[in-house]
């Protein structure tokens, strides 16, 4: 618009510059702010929904079903499941201890030696566990999209259970401190046997996670 014009003393003019317009750029930002946060938030749930629409095209329970349930009752399906699998890792632990105790007469997570001292029990157990954990670990997303239960009790409970880590530790550590019978490759024998458990069990875990790979690319 243009300037507005003041008559002044002796017929002269004076132009008359109105003040320049000012915004409170604070109050424009915290505005525009909660609208910025609702799109954001649009945008999450729009990907939720259509993830979920994925999961149930492929008829799998979805994160989002699972998590609408309130904590609670989420805890009470962790427990149960571990209860569960723990029972049968007990068990499948206690089966390998009697099979390798009366087909190889070796030891069962005990201080006892017998003639061949290598604690066959524990070394197994922890290796088939070990090859579980590589196999479930693999399958992760396919397992938690089933059920996130399902994944805690299998991992948690039945691979848990089942291996033995703190036994085979602790006979490595009473083996390497026992001279009574004067013989001094105890201790290397110790130091051998944690190395050759603890090499196997990893080796076991890659070789889970190959296994579930080569299920993965035969069923594609």
């Known amino acids: 618009s243009p300037p507005a014009m003041e008559a002044g003393g002796g017929g002269s003019t004076r132009e008359t510059v109105p003040a320049p317009l000012r915004v409170d750029s604070s109050r424009a930002t915290y505005a525009s702010a909660p609208r910025t946060l609702a799109s954001r938030a649009n945008s999450a749930q729009r990907l939720a929904h259509a993830d979920d629409d994925a999961q149930r095209s492929m008829g799998i329970a979805t994160f989002s079903e699972y998590y609408t349930l309130s904590f609670d009752l989420r805890k009470m399906a962790n427990l149960a499941s571990i209860a569960f699998f723990s029972s049968l890792g007990v068990l499948l632990r206690f089966g390998a201890g009697v099979f390798f105790s009366d087909y190889l007469q070796a030891t069962v997570s005990t201080i006892e030696r017998d003639a ?45 259970c089942a291996t ?35 090499g196997l069990a990893y080796s076991a875990h890659a070789v889970g996670q190959h296994f579930a790979t080569c299920l993965r690319h035969g069923s594609a």
Do not use: K
Request: charged share 10%.
């Open 164 to 198: 033995t880590f703190s036994a085979w530790v602790s006979s490595m550590v009473v083996l390497a401190w026992d001279f009574d019978d004067g013989c001094a490759l105890y201790p290397f024998s110790a130091v051998l046997g944690n190395v050759i458990g603890f």
């Open 116 to 160: 061949s001292g290598i604690l066959f029990h524990d070394l197994m157990v922890n290796v088939l566990g070990s090859w579980m954990m590589g196999l479930f670990a693999a399958f992760r997303a396919e397992i938690q999209g089933f059920s996130p239960a399902l994944y805690v009790g299998l991992t948690t409970g039945l691979c848990g």
